[in-house]
């Protein structure tokens, strides 16, 4: 299978480590929109084993929690969407619109660049499982 995902702006990396990612995506609908891609390529969640799937799962949730902090946020959306046929999470802050309306914005291009900083500074990463 090859890997058809987009390459990550290398300064818009906020976390690495050698199964994931997590990086600004390149075409956020809002800003700080996060995707968080498994490194190896694998075409569905299920097809991750239990360990491989809640390692994963960790570090979303690590860097949603990041997320919330940095951009004084109480909600971030965790969507899997398969249409690129590679294991990945989008990660979208919601700001003042509730629900689908803070989803259906057009993706644009990534502009600001110093957000992968500032969330990185609140990322705790947690190496209980790995």
Avoid at 38 to 49: A, E, G, H, Q
Avoid at 123 to 130: D, F, Q, S, T
């Amino acid at each position: 299978m090859k890997n058809h995902f987009p390459k990550p702006f290398k300064n818009a990396i906020i976390y690495k480590d050698k199964k994931l990612y997590a990086c600004l995506a390149n075409e956020p609908i809002v800003s700080g929109h996060v995707v968080v891609v498994w490194n190896k390529p694998v075409r569905d969640l299920n097809l991750l084993s239990r360990k491989d799937y809640e390692y994963l799962m960790d570090r979303v949730n690590e860097i949603r929690r990041a997320m919330m902090k940095t951009l004084k946020v109480k909600k971030v959306y965790l969507l899997y969407m398969d249409e690129a046929n590679h294991v990945h999470w989008h990660l979208v802050p919601r700001y003042n619109k509730p629900g689908i309306q803070n989803l259906s914005a057009k993706p644009g291009k990534i502009k600001d660049f110093t957000l992968d900083d500032k969330i990185k500074k609140n990322l705790i990463i947690n190496n209980k499982r790995g």
